[in-house]
């Protein structure tokens, strides 16, 4: 396979090659080994950005959230970043930190996007939908944690009662 791999380049650089071998991998439902290429393909510094960026989708779809906010993170310092390009990867960060129950840190993100592009998709009511959601919990934290399941388990014992 090297010799194939050596001929078959023609003087491509090895990050665009990564790039490529990557992409076909995610086309195919391979997320992890896409993420790993893309991975490769984001020491060029001419793919950093993108490579970055495919690395935390792929690694999302893989299931590995923690890794892809850090790969969403490391593509937001890539030097030249577009402003649109920005407001992409923040919006992903966003959603990812999201999903893993991290409300302060996807707030911060979506905050960032809203000053870039204020009526990108869903970012306000995400943003409203999260600090309501924030609110509500902090209130309930404070009257104790024991509270709530207390509350669902009776819940849940009414329904069963009533239920049959």
Same mark, same amino acid.
Not at 13 to 39: C, I, M, S, W
Not at 84 to 94: C, D, S
């Given at each position: &396979?090297?010799?194939? #791999?050596?001929?078959?380049?023609?003087?491509?650089?090895?990050?665009?090659?990564?790039? !490529?071998?990557?992409?076909?991998?995610?086309?195919? $439902? @391979?997320?992890? %080994?896409? *993420? !790993? +290429?893309?991975?490769?393909?984001?020491?060029?510094?001419?793919?950093?950005?993108?490579?970055? *960026?495919? &690395?935390?989708?792929?690694?999302?779809?893989?299931?590995?959230? #923690?890794?892809?906010?850090?790969?969403?993170?490391? *593509?937001?310092?890539?030097?030249?970043?577009?402003?649109? /390009?920005?407001? %992409?990867?923040? =919006?992903?960060? $966003?959603?990812?930190? /999201?999903?893993?129950?991290?409300?302060?840190?996807? @707030?911060?993100?979506?905050?960032?996007?809203?000053?870039?592009?204020?009526? =990108?998709?869903?970012? *306000? &009511?995400?943003? #409203?939908?999260?600090?309501?959601?924030?609110?509500?919990?902090? +209130? +309930?934290?404070?009257? $104790?944690?024991?509270?709530?399941?207390?509350?669902?388990?009776? &819940?849940?014992?009414? @329904?069963?009662? +009533?239920?049959?």
């Amino acid at each position: &396979m090297r010799t194939l #791999e050596a001929t078959g380049s023609t003087g491509t650089p090895d990050g665009y090659d990564a790039y !490529e071998r990557a992409t076909a991998l995610k086309n195919v $439902g @391979l997320f992890r %080994q896409a *993420a !790993e +290429h893309f991975e490769k393909a984001a020491q060029d510094p001419a793919l950093a950005l993108k490579g970055f *960026a495919q &690395m935390g989708l792929s690694l999302r779809k893989s299931g590995k959230q #923690e890794e892809a906010v850090k790969a969403f993170r490391r *593509a937001l310092q890539v030097p030249q970043t577009s402003s649109k /390009e920005q407001v %992409q990867i923040l =919006y992903l960060l $966003g959603r990812t930190l /999201e999903s893993l129950g991290r409300t302060p840190e996807a @707030l911060e993100a979506y905050r960032w996007l809203r000053r870039e592009a204020p009526h =990108y998709r869903d970012v *306000a &009511m995400r943003i #409203e939908l999260l600090s309501t959601r924030r609110i509500h919990t902090d +209130h +309930h934290q404070g009257q $104790g944690d024991s509270l709530w399941p207390q509350q669902a388990l009776q &819940m849940w014992q009414g @329904l069963l009662r +009533h239920g049959k």
